[in-house]
């Protein structure tokens, strides 16, 4: 494996999250194509706001690249540090 690709930790987290996945979709199948179905109900509007999140992510780092301010082996860095930390954010109420 590539030095800074993956971590152990992140491969430990990868781990466990795919024995939850396996054993919600074995041992709870009704009630996982269920809750499934409602997750994408609900994600719904928010999809346009993750595609052009998305967009401007790679429009930043494009313009970065071109700058010499970023690099591809920020890649991983980037994606999973603005995702997880806007997502977050999705939740907390902003001030006035």
Not at 3 to 16: C, D, I, Q
Not at 41 to 67: D, E, H, K, M, S
Not at 75 to 86: A, F, N, P, V
């Amino acid at each position: 494996m590539e030095p800074g690709l993956v971590n152990n930790r992140e491969l430990a987290s990868l781990f466990w999250l795919g024995v939850i996945a396996a054993w919600l979709l074995v041992g709870h199948r009704g009630t996982t194509v269920a809750a499934c179905r409602d997750l994408v109900r609900a994600t719904r509007p928010l999809a346009a706001y993750f595609v052009l999140y998305g967009i401007w992510i790679g429009v930043v780092a494009w313009l970065g690249t071109r700058l010499g301010l970023w690099d591809r082996t920020l890649l991983k860095e980037t994606c999973c540090g603005q995702c997880s930390q806007d997502l977050v954010s999705l939740r907390e109420p902003q001030p006035p």
